[in-house]
């Protein structure tokens, strides 16, 4: 394995070197960031996918922009790929004392605290507890994100019911929204709402809501194909008939 990942570090450092890549020698750690949400969406495609071997080649070239980042760290004298798997290593050895150390959880809820108190310790006195969490995340996915941070310090809801009831204050804001800008305001709060919910149920929402949108894809695409099949124009067809295309079409593709 060592000798693998020193021929992909060799192979990075070629590539970026005067006589290597000319693509690759002209890419900055700007330039790249696109084609480093690119790959972690790809990753998140091929785990959705159950698909093993897709999911180690997405995981390779995932690999490749971390590569290419800490290469160009390096040339500019800043940090080196050697310096990331370190200082890695060093915060999961600190952060799990009751594995590496002689502090005891043997619950979850004990390691998730003591996970909050070790990264409060990390962070300078002046830091917010959300300051950490990107703010380039998908808005559902930094809404549960910050919401799991202050949940570790107990500013959460008692229990689930109690959310749903806001659910249903929040669908009632939406109703009696005034303009269009309060509407918007209500409608943020909504979601948050949900992205709580899901979370207090162990849900993550991104991938919830990408499986409704691959279903929604598999079935609308499974009507078109029907109305293909029976010459028909599924735009002027009355809805109540696109209803019973839809109904055979999630009896058949699910």
């Excluded at 409060?120 to 830091?127: D, F, L, T």
Aim: with cysteine.
């Amino acid at each position: 394995m060592a000798e693998a990942f020193l021929r992909l570090k060799q192979i990075i450092s070629k590539l970026r070197s005067p006589d290597g890549c000319p693509w690759d020698r002209k890419q900055t750690q700007a330039s790249l960031k696109p084609y480093l949400v690119e790959e972690c969406y790809e990753v998140l495609q091929a785990l959705d996918d159950g698909n093993p071997q897709k999911l180690q080649e997405e995981l390779g070239d995932l690999l490749l922009q971390i590569m290419l980042h800490a290469q160009i760290a390096s040339e500019n004298g800043q940090f080196n790929i050697d310096d990331v798997i370190s200082g890695i290593s060093d915060k999961l050895v600190h952060r799990h004392p009751h594995v590496f150390g002689d502090k005891k959880a043997k619950e979850i809820k004990e390691v998730e605290l003591n996970w909050e108190a070790l990264k409060k310790e990390e962070r300078q006195e002046s830091h917010s507890l959300l300051s950490s969490v990107p703010r380039e995340m998908p808005a559902l996915s930094y809404s549960q994100s910050i919401q799991r941070r202050v949940a570790g310090v107990g500013f959460d809801w008692e229990n689930v019911d109690d959310i749903l009831d806001k659910l249903a204050e929040e669908i009632q804001e939406i109703r009696k929204a005034n303009d269009h800008r309060e509407m918007v305001d209500e409608f943020g709060d909504l979601l948050f709402t949900l992205a709580n919910i899901a979370r207090r149920l162990d849900i993550d929402l991104e991938t919830a809501l990408r499986s409704a949108n691959q279903r929604f894809n598999r079935r609308f695409s499974y009507m078109e194909k029907l109305c293909r099949e029976r010459n028909i124009d599924l735009s002027i067809l009355p809805l109540d008939e696109q209803d019973k295309l839809w109904e055979e079409a999630k009896k058949k593709v699910g």
